[in-house]
Protein backbone atom coordinates (compact mmCIF):
# COMPACT_ATOMS: atom_id res chain seq x y z
CA UNK A 1 0.00 0.00 0.00
CA UNK A 2 1.49 3.37 -0.79
CA UNK A 3 1.78 6.22 1.73
CA UNK A 4 -0.89 8.32 0.15
CA UNK A 5 -3.71 5.42 0.12
CA UNK A 6 -2.72 4.31 3.91
CA UNK A 7 -3.86 8.36 4.94
CA UNK A 8 -6.77 8.13 2.82
CA UNK A 9 -7.63 4.83 4.42
CA UNK A 10 -6.69 6.55 7.98
CA UNK A 11 -9.27 9.83 7.00
CA UNK A 12 -12.08 7.65 6.45
CA UNK A 13 -11.51 5.35 9.38
CA UNK A 14 -11.58 8.24 12.02
CA UNK A 15 -15.32 9.13 11.24
CA UNK A 16 -16.44 5.70 11.53
CA UNK A 17 -14.63 5.57 14.87
CA UNK A 18 -15.58 8.99 16.39
CA UNK A 19 -19.45 7.57 15.03
CA UNK A 20 -19.27 4.87 17.25
CA UNK A 21 -17.15 6.64 20.39
CA UNK A 22 -20.85 8.91 19.97
CA UNK A 23 -23.25 5.99 19.78
CA UNK A 24 -21.60 4.09 22.78
CA UNK A 25 -21.40 7.35 24.46
CA UNK A 26 -24.78 8.25 23.46
CA UNK A 27 -26.14 4.53 24.78
CA UNK A 28 -24.15 5.26 28.06
CA UNK A 29 -25.94 8.57 28.97
CA UNK A 30 -29.26 7.16 27.89
CA UNK A 31 -28.73 3.69 30.50
CA UNK A 32 -27.62 6.60 33.13
CA UNK A 33 -30.76 8.52 32.83
CA UNK A 34 -32.75 5.68 32.98
CA UNK A 35 -31.15 3.66 35.31
CA UNK A 36 -33.16 5.69 38.16
CA UNK A 37 -36.46 4.61 37.05
CA UNK A 38 -35.88 1.14 36.36
CA UNK A 39 -34.53 0.81 40.17
CA UNK A 40 -37.63 2.22 41.06
CA UNK A 41 -39.70 0.28 38.77
CA UNK A 42 -37.69 -2.78 40.06
CA UNK A 43 -38.27 -2.12 44.23
CA UNK A 44 -42.06 -1.44 43.53
CA UNK A 45 -43.04 -3.58 40.97
CA UNK A 46 -40.47 -6.57 39.88
CA UNK A 47 -40.12 -7.31 43.52
CA UNK A 48 -43.26 -7.02 45.01
CA UNK A 49 -44.34 -9.63 42.55
CA UNK A 50 -41.91 -11.69 43.58
CA UNK A 51 -42.66 -12.27 46.50
CA UNK A 52 -46.53 -12.29 46.03
CA UNK A 53 -45.51 -15.14 43.20
CA UNK A 54 -43.58 -16.86 46.28
CA UNK A 55 -46.00 -16.65 49.05
CA UNK A 56 -48.80 -17.90 46.71
CA UNK A 57 -47.48 -21.69 46.84
CA UNK A 58 -46.35 -21.56 50.80
CA UNK A 59 -48.92 -21.53 53.73
CA UNK A 60 -47.17 -18.25 55.33
CA UNK A 61 -49.12 -17.07 58.36
CA UNK A 62 -47.57 -14.33 60.40
CA UNK A 63 -48.69 -15.72 63.74
CA UNK A 64 -46.55 -19.40 62.47
CA UNK A 65 -43.60 -17.82 60.62
CA UNK A 66 -42.12 -21.55 61.26
CA UNK A 67 -44.60 -22.82 59.12
CA UNK A 68 -43.01 -21.31 55.93
CA UNK A 69 -42.48 -24.12 53.57
CA UNK A 70 -43.33 -24.92 49.79
CA UNK A 71 -46.99 -26.39 49.62
CA UNK A 72 -47.37 -26.05 45.52
CA UNK A 73 -51.12 -25.27 44.41
CA UNK A 74 -52.35 -26.13 47.98
CA UNK A 75 -53.60 -22.94 48.34
CA UNK A 76 -55.05 -22.54 44.47
CA UNK A 77 -56.72 -25.94 45.26
CA UNK A 78 -57.94 -24.47 48.76
CA UNK A 79 -59.71 -21.52 46.40
CA UNK A 80 -62.16 -23.74 44.49
CA UNK A 81 -64.16 -25.07 47.79
CA UNK A 82 -63.85 -21.37 49.30
CA UNK A 83 -67.47 -19.90 49.16
CA UNK A 84 -66.53 -16.98 50.57
CA UNK A 85 -63.88 -16.42 47.57
CA UNK A 86 -66.24 -17.21 44.82
CA UNK A 87 -69.05 -14.63 46.72
CA UNK A 88 -66.27 -12.08 46.28
CA UNK A 89 -65.53 -12.78 42.68
CA UNK A 90 -69.72 -12.53 42.21
CA UNK A 91 -69.11 -9.22 44.02
CA UNK A 92 -66.44 -8.12 42.31
CA UNK A 93 -68.16 -9.08 38.92
CA UNK A 94 -71.39 -6.81 39.70
CA UNK A 95 -69.06 -3.77 40.70
CA UNK A 96 -67.38 -3.52 38.14
CA UNK A 97 -69.67 -4.60 35.11
CA UNK A 98 -72.12 -1.60 36.77
CA UNK A 99 -69.25 0.67 38.12
CA UNK A 100 -67.62 0.75 34.24
CA UNK A 101 -71.08 0.69 32.05
CA UNK A 102 -72.49 3.57 34.35
CA UNK A 103 -68.97 5.56 33.99
CA UNK A 104 -68.53 5.28 30.35
CA UNK A 105 -72.77 6.49 29.48
CA UNK A 106 -72.75 9.12 31.97
CA UNK A 107 -68.62 10.32 30.74
CA UNK A 108 -70.10 10.00 26.96
CA UNK A 109 -73.18 11.52 26.95
CA UNK A 110 -71.38 14.96 29.39
CA UNK A 111 -68.92 14.65 26.53
CA UNK A 112 -71.41 15.18 24.08
CA UNK A 113 -72.83 17.98 25.85
CA UNK A 114 -69.99 20.12 26.57
CA UNK A 115 -68.56 19.74 23.21
CA UNK A 116 -70.77 22.79 22.62
CA UNK A 117 -68.24 25.86 21.56
CA UNK A 118 -69.79 27.94 24.69
CA UNK A 119 -67.79 30.02 26.93
CA UNK A 120 -69.72 29.01 29.79
CA UNK A 121 -68.92 25.56 29.90
CA UNK A 122 -65.28 26.10 30.24
CA UNK A 123 -66.14 26.57 33.65
CA UNK A 124 -68.46 23.88 33.73
CA UNK A 125 -65.86 21.64 32.38
CA UNK A 126 -63.41 22.68 35.47
CA UNK A 127 -65.84 21.93 38.08
CA UNK A 128 -66.24 18.57 36.45
CA UNK A 129 -62.54 17.52 37.51
CA UNK A 130 -62.63 18.28 41.19
CA UNK A 131 -64.48 14.44 42.13
CA UNK A 132 -61.09 12.77 40.36
CA UNK A 133 -58.76 14.78 42.24
CA UNK A 134 -60.01 14.70 45.50
CA UNK A 135 -58.46 11.63 47.42
CA UNK A 136 -60.14 8.03 47.58
CA UNK A 137 -60.76 8.63 51.05
CA UNK A 138 -62.10 12.13 51.62
CA UNK A 139 -64.68 10.72 48.74
CA UNK A 140 -65.41 7.62 50.96
CA UNK A 141 -65.98 9.58 54.10
CA UNK A 142 -68.02 12.12 52.09
CA UNK A 143 -70.35 9.55 50.96
CA UNK A 144 -70.39 7.55 53.81
CA UNK A 145 -72.16 10.83 55.62
CA UNK A 146 -74.02 11.40 52.57
CA UNK A 147 -75.82 7.79 53.36
CA UNK A 148 -75.81 7.73 57.02
CA UNK A 149 -79.62 8.27 58.25
CA UNK A 150 -79.05 11.02 60.83
CA UNK A 151 -76.90 13.48 58.95
CA UNK A 152 -78.01 12.33 55.45
CA UNK A 153 -79.08 15.28 53.03
CA UNK A 154 -80.54 12.25 50.65
CA UNK A 155 -83.09 10.85 53.30
CA UNK A 156 -84.04 14.03 53.72
CA UNK A 157 -85.35 15.08 50.91
CA UNK A 158 -86.91 11.47 50.54
CA UNK A 159 -88.63 12.32 54.01
CA UNK A 160 -89.67 15.88 52.23
CA UNK A 161 -91.55 13.60 49.42
CA UNK A 162 -92.79 10.92 51.79
CA UNK A 163 -90.78 8.24 50.51
CA UNK A 164 -89.05 5.30 52.24
CA UNK A 165 -85.71 6.51 53.68
CA UNK A 166 -83.50 3.48 53.80
CA UNK A 167 -80.38 2.95 55.85
CA UNK A 168 -78.24 2.48 52.73
CA UNK A 169 -75.05 0.90 54.26
CA UNK A 170 -76.28 -1.47 56.22
CA UNK A 171 -79.08 -2.63 53.80
CA UNK A 172 -77.97 -5.87 51.54
CA UNK A 173 -79.53 -4.60 48.82
CA UNK A 174 -78.39 -1.42 48.20
CA UNK A 175 -74.79 -1.15 50.09
CA UNK A 176 -73.38 -1.99 46.59
CA UNK A 177 -74.61 0.28 45.06
CA UNK A 178 -74.21 3.14 47.40
CA UNK A 179 -70.12 1.92 46.58
CA UNK A 180 -71.25 2.20 43.10
CA UNK A 181 -72.49 5.20 43.14
CA UNK A 182 -69.82 6.86 44.87
CA UNK A 183 -67.06 5.53 42.84
CA UNK A 184 -68.87 6.46 39.76
CA UNK A 185 -69.25 9.76 40.75
CA UNK A 186 -65.32 10.27 41.35
CA UNK A 187 -64.20 8.42 38.45
CA UNK A 188 -66.78 10.03 35.44
CA UNK A 189 -65.09 12.85 35.49
CA UNK A 190 -61.51 10.05 33.79
CA UNK A 191 -63.66 9.62 31.03
CA UNK A 192 -65.86 12.75 30.46
CA UNK A 193 -62.44 14.54 29.65
CA UNK A 194 -61.09 11.36 27.33
CA UNK A 195 -63.74 11.33 25.22
CA UNK A 196 -63.92 15.79 25.43
CA UNK A 197 -60.31 15.60 24.22
CA UNK A 198 -61.51 12.90 21.61
CA UNK A 199 -64.73 14.82 20.37
CA UNK A 200 -62.46 17.92 19.84
CA UNK A 201 -59.93 16.55 18.21
CA UNK A 202 -62.48 14.42 15.83
CA UNK A 203 -62.33 15.29 12.15
CA UNK A 204 -65.14 17.21 10.54
CA UNK A 205 -65.24 16.12 6.87
CA UNK A 206 -67.28 12.92 7.77
CA UNK A 207 -68.99 14.78 9.59
CA UNK A 208 -69.93 17.56 7.22
CA UNK A 209 -70.27 15.01 4.19
CA UNK A 210 -72.85 13.11 6.45
CA UNK A 211 -75.12 15.98 6.83
CA UNK A 212 -74.87 17.05 3.50
CA UNK A 213 -75.84 13.79 2.33
CA UNK A 214 -79.20 14.27 4.71
CA UNK A 215 -78.01 11.94 7.86
CA UNK A 216 -79.81 12.94 11.25
CA UNK A 217 -78.23 13.38 14.05
CA UNK A 218 -78.94 10.14 15.63
CA UNK A 219 -77.47 8.60 12.23
CA UNK A 220 -73.85 10.67 12.66
CA UNK A 221 -73.87 10.04 16.09
CA UNK A 222 -74.32 5.84 15.68
CA UNK A 223 -72.40 5.86 11.84
CA UNK A 224 -69.81 8.12 12.50
CA UNK A 225 -68.80 9.27 15.62
CA UNK A 226 -69.33 6.21 17.81
CA UNK A 227 -67.15 4.73 15.89
CA UNK A 228 -64.09 7.13 16.39
CA UNK A 229 -64.81 7.28 19.54
CA UNK A 230 -64.36 3.22 19.91
CA UNK A 231 -60.57 3.26 20.61
CA UNK A 232 -60.62 6.12 23.08
CA UNK A 233 -63.32 4.05 25.07
CA UNK A 234 -62.04 1.24 24.57
CA UNK A 235 -59.05 2.85 26.40
CA UNK A 236 -61.29 4.81 29.42
CA UNK A 237 -63.11 1.61 29.78
CA UNK A 238 -59.85 -0.22 30.58
CA UNK A 239 -58.61 1.96 32.98
CA UNK A 240 -61.41 1.74 34.81
CA UNK A 241 -61.87 -1.73 34.62
CA UNK A 242 -58.40 -2.54 36.47
CA UNK A 243 -59.35 0.31 38.63
CA UNK A 244 -62.55 -0.91 39.98
CA UNK A 245 -61.05 -4.16 40.40
CA UNK A 246 -58.62 -2.35 43.16
CA UNK A 247 -61.36 -0.63 44.27
CA UNK A 248 -61.02 -1.00 48.27
CA UNK A 249 -61.71 2.68 50.04
CA UNK A 250 -64.96 3.13 49.37
CA UNK A 251 -65.63 -0.90 50.81
CA UNK A 252 -63.64 -0.35 53.64
CA UNK A 253 -64.31 2.64 55.03
CA UNK A 254 -67.91 2.76 53.66
CA UNK A 255 -69.23 -0.86 54.65
CA UNK A 256 -66.14 -2.66 55.63
CA UNK A 257 -67.41 -5.46 53.20
CA UNK A 258 -70.76 -5.88 54.88
CA UNK A 259 -73.70 -6.73 55.71
CA UNK A 260 -73.10 -9.92 56.11
CA UNK A 261 -70.03 -10.24 53.10
CA UNK A 262 -72.26 -8.62 50.37
CA UNK A 263 -69.58 -6.04 49.38
CA UNK A 264 -66.79 -7.82 50.53
CA UNK A 265 -65.08 -7.71 46.55
CA UNK A 266 -62.28 -9.94 46.09
CA UNK A 267 -59.18 -7.21 46.83
CA UNK A 268 -61.25 -6.76 50.38
CA UNK A 269 -61.74 -10.41 51.04
CA UNK A 270 -57.60 -10.78 50.02
CA UNK A 271 -56.64 -7.64 52.28
CA UNK A 272 -59.00 -9.69 55.46
CA UNK A 273 -57.04 -13.13 54.98
CA UNK A 274 -53.79 -11.49 55.09
CA UNK A 275 -53.99 -8.51 57.17
CA UNK A 276 -56.96 -9.54 59.59
CA UNK A 277 -56.46 -13.74 59.68
CA UNK A 278 -52.65 -13.12 59.13
CA UNK A 279 -52.55 -15.98 56.38
CA UNK A 280 -50.13 -14.06 53.83
CA UNK A 281 -49.91 -17.16 51.74
CA UNK A 282 -53.82 -18.09 51.11
CA UNK A 283 -54.20 -14.18 50.57
CA UNK A 284 -51.41 -13.93 47.87
CA UNK A 285 -52.96 -17.04 45.96
CA UNK A 286 -56.18 -14.73 45.89
CA UNK A 287 -54.46 -11.84 44.28
CA UNK A 288 -52.78 -14.09 42.05
CA UNK A 289 -56.19 -15.49 40.65
CA UNK A 290 -57.36 -11.48 40.37
CA UNK A 291 -54.04 -10.93 38.28
CA UNK A 292 -54.70 -13.99 36.12
CA UNK A 293 -58.72 -12.83 35.67
CA UNK A 294 -58.11 -9.44 35.11
CA UNK A 295 -55.37 -9.82 32.39
CA UNK A 296 -57.36 -12.38 30.38
CA UNK A 297 -60.63 -10.33 30.73
CA UNK A 298 -58.64 -7.25 29.72
CA UNK A 299 -56.77 -9.41 26.50
CA UNK A 300 -60.20 -10.55 25.90
CA UNK A 301 -61.82 -7.19 25.93
CA UNK A 302 -59.35 -5.62 23.61
CA UNK A 303 -59.60 -8.43 21.01
CA UNK A 304 -63.25 -8.45 20.74
CA UNK A 305 -63.75 -4.80 20.70
CA UNK A 306 -60.33 -2.85 19.96
CA UNK A 307 -60.95 -3.27 16.27
CA UNK A 308 -59.54 0.09 13.86
CA UNK A 309 -62.59 1.65 13.44
CA UNK A 310 -63.83 2.19 9.86
CA UNK A 311 -66.03 5.41 9.10
CA UNK A 312 -67.68 5.08 5.31
Known sequence: MQPGEE???FRLAKPRRAGASWSRAR????????????????????????????????????????????????????????GRFWNSLAVQARLSFFDVTLQLLIGLGLALLLNARLRFLDLIRSAFIIPMVLPPVVVALNWKLFFTPNVSVLNWLLGLVHLPQPVWLMDANLALWAIIISDVWEWTPFVLLMVLAALQMMPEEP????????????????????PLLRPVLLVAGLFRFIDSVKAFPQIYIMTGGGPGNVTE???????????????????????????VVTFVLSATIIRTVGQEAEVE
Not at 27 to 40: C, E, K, N, Q
Not at 47 to 70: D, E, G, H, I, Q
Open 27 to 82: GRTFVALLAPALIVLFIVTIVPTVFLLATSVTPLNLAKLASLRFVGMENFQGLIDD
Open 265 to 291: ATNFYAFLEGFSYSYIGYSSAIIVVML
Open 7 to 9: SVA
Open 207 to 226: LEAAKIDGASGLQVFRYITL
